[in-house]
């Protein structure tokens, strides 16, 4: 069930490192992360704060052992926009406090007991209905959802008052909790997949325990195809009296995987979307009837309490909340992202987001580091591999058994790299699994804009990305595209510009730019951008020597118009392309 991600330790030197291995001992597949050149940890980070809100973003859980104003104003920026908050707790460095500080309802408070327990003191714990209570009856565990906060708040402080409670339905959790109980008590707490009266005696929680199945799919499409099916569960549930949060997913036939509509009703309905393959009676078309999708996805006992040919909805439900993740299968999903040229700051927020939520990862070895820290539960495919089709195959296999899988390349994923590659394994395959799958491209800061970033603008005006490998087009091809860049003026980006087994390549190109270039021309040359270590030089293409350069640089050869003028304070020197001609 509850697949807790395990929390970040946070500490900023060696004085709090007894402490964090006390409390990542609580904690299978924890990491200790520590402030670079400063302790040795699991993990290193250079910047606490951009660090803490890197994790916070991510829905990491976060330990920082240092004072809790620190932690506070490091994450202040995004509290604002509340979604889904992590907990968050500041420790003393000597174990001598406990403090949740944010996650109250993702569970901050439990921490804070279990790490105050292993250190033997007191958590400071300050939410009244947890003090008196021992647990915090607004936050039921993941599979069950709250009613209406509004009046679960009125119901605790009716408790804090002194009332006391039944407890009607299935509640384990709750078991061990010291809420004042009787049997004949005015006030119930009500496990129930039923819609809530409004009636303010009852806590109302929903077990995520009502599955959906609905026939057909948003035939013709449409804008308000969606919206359709969404109204046609929203009736059968109400029919039924049922509560939409104890819906615990939308399942549809395996043959409608690809349409929006059925996606955007469950993203409405806020279910995750699973898909089941009927094996029809004689004489019956497949998926017509939406209980037998029901039969095929559902392997627990169910009753059904709606089936109705008309609406094309049937509903399960189950005597306690599903685990969605059991009920037949998601549709698989293949995203390749660009990571930018390295640092964290410069990777698209989609590209992170798609990297928290993919169960697989592929790609270089090296790409794949640069793509961490990734979580224990997530599958890596790394390898050195250099057969990029037989790795996009893998992509597209692994993705069409449901799992979520994310093709890491650098920089962006179209420029020289893996999307070009995974298209072309899709476009050669008829298997109509791997065309259902959910297949998208985030880009990424390639190389010669991170580059030029750093040097000015050198692609203010028109130019052109090359790459000088030979590997996968014939050399002639090369030198005649680099006449005709050269003789157009374009800047050109250099890619691939060199490497053991192409050592006389890039001295052939230069001769050719040369050419029609002036010795003059403004050359800029970047190295391991936006990586650690990395350089940036500016030289003429008169100077530029091919063991200037290797396969980590960026060769930016400038057009007839590129210039530089000197820095003023930090020395060095800007280069621009004007983006006029005279
Ligand atoms: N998809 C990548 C390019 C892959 S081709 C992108 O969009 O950036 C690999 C070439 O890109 C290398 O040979 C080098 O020329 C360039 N390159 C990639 N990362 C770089 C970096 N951080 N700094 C400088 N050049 C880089």
Redesign the pocket.
């Known amino acids: 069930m509850a697949r807790m991600t395990p929390p970040a330790i946070v500490i900023l030197g060696a004085g709090a490192l007894t402490t964090a291995r006390r409390i990542q001992a609580l904690y299978a597949d924890s990491q200790v992360h520590g402030l670079q050149g400063r302790v040795e940890a699991d993990v290193s980070y250079s910047e606490l704060g951009a660090h803490l809100r890197e994790l916070y973003a991510r829905g990491t859980p976060i330990v920082a052992l240092c004072a809790a104003g620190i932690v506070i104003r490091c994450v202040a920026p995004l509290l604002a926009n509340k979604g889904a908050e992590p907990p968050v707790l500041a420790v003393a460095e000597d174990g001598s406090a406990v403090v949740p500080l944010l996650g109250g309802l993702a569970g901050v408070n439990v921490m804070a007991r279990v790490i105050a327990a292993a250190l033997a003191v007191s958590p400071a714990i300050t939410t009244s209905g947890e003090l008196r209570f021992g647990t915090c009856v607004l936050n039921p565990p993941e599979g069950y959802a709250l009613a209406d906060l509004g009046q679960g708040k009125r119901f605790v402080s009716d408790l804090l008052a002194g009332e006391s409670t039944r407890i009607e339905g299935e509640a384990p959790w709750l078991d061990d909790a010291q809420l004042p109980r009787s049997a004949s008590a005015r006030l119930a707490i009500r496990v129930t997949p039923r819609a809530w009266s409004g009636r303010d005696d009852e806590l109302v929680i929903h077990p995520r325990s009502v599955v959906a199945a609905v026939s057909g799919a948003g035939a013709g499409a449409g804008a308000g195809a969606g919206a359709e099916i969404e109204a046609r569960v929203r009736e059968a549930l109400d029919a039924q009296g049922l509560a939409v949060l104890s819906l615990a997913a939308l399942l549809a036939s395996s043959e409608h995987m690809a349409d929006q509509a059925l996606a955007q009703a469950a993203a409405s309905l806020n279910v995750p979307l699973r898909f089941a393959q009927t094996h029809p009676e004689d004489g019956e078309r497949p998926s017509e009837r939406p209980s037998n999708l029901l039969h095929a996805a559902l392997r627990i006992p169910y009753e059904t309490l709606h089936d109705d040919a008309t609406s094309g909805v049937a509903l399960a439900v189950a005597p306690l909340a599903i685990d969605p993740d059991t009920i037949g299968r998601a549709r698989g999903r293949l995203t390749v992202i660009?990571l930018g040229?390295?640092s964290a700051d410069l990777m698209a927020p989609a590209a992170r987001a798609a990297l928290n939520e993919a169960t697989d990862i592929l790609g270089y070895d090296t790409y794949v580091k640069m793509a961490g820290p990734l979580r224990a539960d997530q599958r890596v495919h790394g390898t050195d591999n250099r057969e990029e089709m037989q790795r996009a195959r893998h992509a597209f296999e692994l993705a069409s058994m449901g799992r979520s899988v994310v093709m890491v390349?650098?920089?962006?994923?179209g420029?020289?790299?893996m999307a070009a590659a995974v298209l072309e394994a899709l476009d050669a395959e008829r298997n109509a699994q791997w065309h259902a799958i959910d297949l998208s491209i985030v880009p990424?800061v390639?190389?010669?804009m991170?580059?030029a970033a750093q040097a000015g603008a050198p692609l203010g005006h028109d130019f052109c990305m090359l790459?000088l490998s030979d590997n996968l087009k014939p050399w002639t091809i090369i030198e005649k595209r680099l006449r005709h860049a050269a003789e157009a003026d374009l800047v050109m980006a250099?890619?691939?510009?060199i490497s053991r087994a192409r050592p006389w390549q890039l001295d052939k190109a230069l001769d050719i730019v040369r050419e029609y270039r002036a010795a003059t021309t403004k050359v800029v040359l970047?190295?391991?951008?936006?990586?650690p270590g990395?350089t940036l030089r500016t030289i003429t293409l008169g100077d530029l020597r091919s063991s200037d350069v290797d396969?980590?640089?960026?060769?930016i050869v400038g057009s007839s118009t590129t210039r530089g003028f000197a820095k003023n304070a930090e020395g060095g020197e800007w280069i621009y392309t004007p983006r006029w001609y005279e």
């Open positions: 660009g040229p390295g390349s650098s920089g962006d994923p420029v020289f790299a990424g390639s190389a010669a991170a580059t790459s250099f890619y691939n510009p970047g190295r391991d951008i936006g990586r990395g396969m980590r640089t960026m060769v």
